[in-house]
């Protein structure tokens, strides 16, 4: 059996990637309702990747002159004022991250698509990864396997239903896991279908 080891350089990762994740959320709550209160004040609406600093600049060019347009536009201006610091505190927290990580010695980050909150999340759940006898057991665990539903000899292992959904979410949204996947292979021809009208041969009895 294996002794429980409590790390505490990991935990210090689990607690400070749990703080950025809220304050990703809590960015994007509050640019959804920024752009619910910009829809009413301007014909249209804002596009979707929106920064503060473009809201605000499009905020500037509202003028309402009913009380209920000026209140719009006092709990939008309260919005920006809010993604503003959020912001600020989501460099600060990613540039901690990344420094927390490299200091482990990982090559995480060196990944396409890898980010100081991926590398930390995916530290801070697998946690020893000498605990894992092979990377089967290891994939069996996160219920990344894929299933072979092939006939023949072949060692099947037994796949978790739930999986490790942070695990999941961190390998399914870097662009190095879809950009593994082969692309469909194209026509192997340069010969060009004939323009003319198709002549259609009468079918035999």
Known sequence: MRPVVTDEELEVLRLLVDRRRSLGEEHTRKTCQLHGLLLELIPGGAKRDLSASQAKALLAKTRPRDVVGKTRRRVAA???????????????????????VEATGTTLLDLNGIGPTGAARLLVEVGDITRFPNKAHFASWNGTAPLDASSGDQVRHRLSRKGNRQINRVLHTQPAYSSAIPPRAGPTTTARRPTGKRRWKPCGA
Do not use: H, Q, S, V
Request: glycine share 0%.
């Open 78 to 100: 309260e919005l920006i004022a809010d993604l503003e610091r959020i912001y600020a505190r989501k460099k600060a927290a990613n540039k901690e991250l990344t420094e927390l």
